[in-house]
């Protein structure tokens, strides 16, 4: 009894570092044993211990600790890789972002490394966000979708975004004109929320994934950039054959579909596992 009391308290365990540096967020910085992130129009604090502190006072599940992390662990252990995976970074986390940050922190992200997308949402944020203190620290919330709506494509270019500042400026035009809707599509299927967000210029498969994964509840999402790509080769590759080295709209569908038959419904979280593991492997820096 005492065990299985001490593995399922195992479970609960949220490891702040390897979860924040994981490629799912961008703005957040370490202070001695501190995180401090922008979340929209929050600025949140997070101990070692996983206990969260926000800015607005407001109530976030930014570790999602509802979720049923013993039963999703249980689901995605399908092979020693992924045993592997979870055994090393156990305590590995989904976050739940704000959903417009995450939206633009992705299409940032798209060719792009951690450390640039770090520098180009920091202009972003500098530019057109406000400036507020907490804990006698200096911080600038992310840009209100209307705040981005209604600057040039020149003035968002100026934060190191290139071609990228077209596609952030019509998303930030369809929220604004609420022909996005988060809470819908929180709600709505995976297809059916892929779709509406794939219907951004700028917006693939790889990138939809993401946003869905870190902010839009669809843990089924899985996200396939090169890491993955070389990943799936490298270990999976009697299960997930690829025919090409670049994977086209309905290869993506195919393999997506595989994916989540072999992994479960908490497919997501055997990806960030996965991503986690191998860039650690190779020593890739993160924030």
């Known amino acids: 009894m005492k065990k299985?009391?001490?593995?399922?308290q195992n479970y609960q365990i949220i490891n702040v570092d390897?979860?924040?540096?994981?490629?799912?967020?961008?703005?957040?910085?370490?202070y001695n044993d501190r995180w401090y992130g922008v979340n929209g129009q929050d600025v949140l604090k997070i101990t070692n211990s996983g206990n969260v502190k926000s800015y607005q006072n407001t109530k976030t599940d930014f570790f999602r600790k509802t979720d049923n992390i013993e039963k999703i662990i249980k689901s995605i252990s399908k092979d020693p890789v992924t045993k592997k995976a979870v055994k090393h970074y156990l305590g590995l986390r989904?976050?739940?972002?704000d959903p417009f940050q995450c939206l633009i922190s992705f299409i940032v992200s798209s060719n792009s490394n951690i450390q640039k997308i770090k520098n180009s949402l920091e202009k972003i944020s500098k530019k057109f966000g406000t400036k507020v203190e907490f804990d006698n620290q200096e911080f600038f919330l992310f840009p209100k979708p209307e705040n981005l709506a209604k600057v040039s494509i020149n003035e968002i270019k100026s934060c190191g975004v290139g071609y990228r500042a077209n596609f952030i400026k019509e998303a930030a035009n369809r929220v604004v004109?609420?022909?996005m809707n988060f809470e819908y599509l929180k709600k709505c299927s995976y297809q059916e929320a892929k779709k509406e967000i794939c219907q951004i210029p700028g917006i693939g498969n790889k990138v939809a994934d993401c946003i869905m994964l870190f902010s839009l509840n669809k843990l089924e999402a899985f996200p396939l950039d090169r890491w993955m790509i070389?990943?799936?080769?490298?270990?999976?590759s009697d299960k997930f054959y690829l025919e090409t080295k670049?994977?086209?709209?309905?290869q993506y569908e195919i393999l997506h579909e595989k994916i989540v038959n072999y992994f479960g419904p908490f497919a997501g979280y055997a990806q960030q596992f996965l991503f986690k593991m191998e860039r650690e492997n190779y020593q890739k820096k993160w924030l």
């Open 4 to 8: 299985l009391q001490s593995k399922m």
């Open 18 to 30: 390897n979860s924040i540096n994981s490629g799912q967020v961008f703005l957040w910085k370490k």
């Open 94 to 97: 989904i976050l739940e972002q």
């Open 177 to 179: 004109l609420e022909k």
């Open 230 to 236: 070389r990943i799936l080769e490298k270990y999976y």
């Open 246 to 250: 670049t994977i086209t709209e309905k």
